[in-house]
């Protein structure tokens, strides 16, 4: 198996896991926070696909899915436009709310399938590729794209979590 082929397991695994999260839920329980610091399902879920579409589109050369197909438009936000979540205080948390789960995996699947193109297309010796000079050692395109799972593996956990919370408090 290639490293590519392990890759798009691996990003298609958390597509299930953000549809698992999101799927059948009301407005309502998505911008759910279990505490007044705590993140909701629809902040965690727009967080770790706009960390996703921000790298691999950096990565790649390739305009984020959030602005080439007018997402940012769709969500309203209010943020600014290269805004990924990272950071925010819980005021910027609570602006994230959404009217549909549709919304959450219509935008997680959009960049999902711009990372699956992108990762497709890889040569074992484009993983070596330097894409980020800000960091000592410098970050290679392999180490970015693992890092990018484990962002999006931390939070679509995190997000099931608080489906669960939400869960159990209904019953």
């Not at 589109?57 to 990272?86: C, H, I, M, N």
């Amino acid at each position: 198996m290639h490293a590519k082929d392990i890759l798009i397991d691996a990003f298609s695994r958390i597509r299930e896991e953000v549809h698992a999260a999101v799927d059948g839920l009301e407005p309502d329980d998505l911008n759910a926070r279990p505490g007044e610091d705590a993140n909701s399902i629809a902040w965690l879920v727009w967080h770790l696909t706009r960390v996703q579409d921000d790298h691999v589109a950096d990565a790649a050369d390739l305009g984020q899915v959030w602005l080439s197909q007018g997402w940012e438009k769709r969500f309203g936000l209010g943020l600014p436009l290269g805004d990924t979540g990272y950071g925010h205080s819980a005021q910027k948390v609570a602006k994230v709310r959404v009217t549909s789960g549709d919304l959450l995996t219509g935008y997680y699947d959009a960049v999902h399938e711009q990372t699956l193109g992108f990762v497709r297309g890889l040569a074992a010796e484009d993983f070596e590729r330097i894409v980020d000079e800000r960091w000592d050692p410098p970050v290679s395109l392999g180490v970015r794209l693992v890092s990018v799972l484990s962002d999006d593996l931390q939070h679509v956990g995190q997000a099931a979590y608080v489906r669960g919370l939400l869960q159990s408090a209904a019953s």
